[in-house]
């Protein structure tokens, strides 16, 4: 079977339109009512506490070198060598 470029290129758009967006699912409570939580009240309260400078420091420095850039376009190794600690 030989398929012309054109035809291709709507079988793969249709293909990832239907595979991305859905058209079933209107009643998210439903869905949301049958996920049970992995964490315990006392572990969420304690995740949510605020995280002190020592941790994301040592955090920080746990980071692999070569890990991609944030939003500053600086990477791990940029911070590592500059930390004022």
Known sequence: MYIQAQDLERIMVDLYTNIFSSNSVTDFAAVISRVRPRATV????????????????????????????????????????????
């Not at 941790?55 to 791990?76: F, I, S």
């Open 42 to 85: 006392a572990t969420n309260n304690i995740m949510c506490q605020p995280y002190s400078p020592d941790e994301v420091y040592q955090t920080l420095l746990q980071t692999h070198l070569g890990k991609a850039p944030g939003l500053d376009r600086l990477n791990p190794f940029f911070y590592q060598n500059s930390s004022p600690q």
